[in-house]
């Protein structure tokens, strides 16, 4: 996944199965729409709602990529970030 360019549907898939994965602490949600019409994606993790540590107090952190067609790496080092913070929750 993280050696060459990927196309937009394996993009969103390999996110989607992140989700699928982690389902307690990733959700996908549409940010809004391009210009051609075609949705766009965001990767929210975070950990559960707790008693005394809602979500909503907790810092956040925007990290942004695949905003130009031939910027190949910026999709899989967002996704390859998702990843290790899913992975690694636990330690």
Do not use: K
């Not at 699928?20 to 990733?26: M, S």
């Amino acid at each position: 996944m993280y050696e060459t360019y990927r196309p937009l549907p394996e993009i969103n898939a390999y996110g989607l199965g992140l989700v699928n994965a982690h389902p307690t602490l990733a959700t996908r949600q549409q940010v809004g729409t391009s210009l051609e019409g075609r949705p766009i994606w965001a990767l929210r993790l975070s950990s559960p709602d707790l008693p005394g540590n809602p979500r909503s107090t907790r810092p956040q952190l925007v990290f942004n990529a695949c905003q130009h067609a031939r910027e190949w790496v910026t999709p899989p080092t967002a996704l390859y970030l998702a990843e290790r913070l899913l992975a690694d929750h636990a330690t």
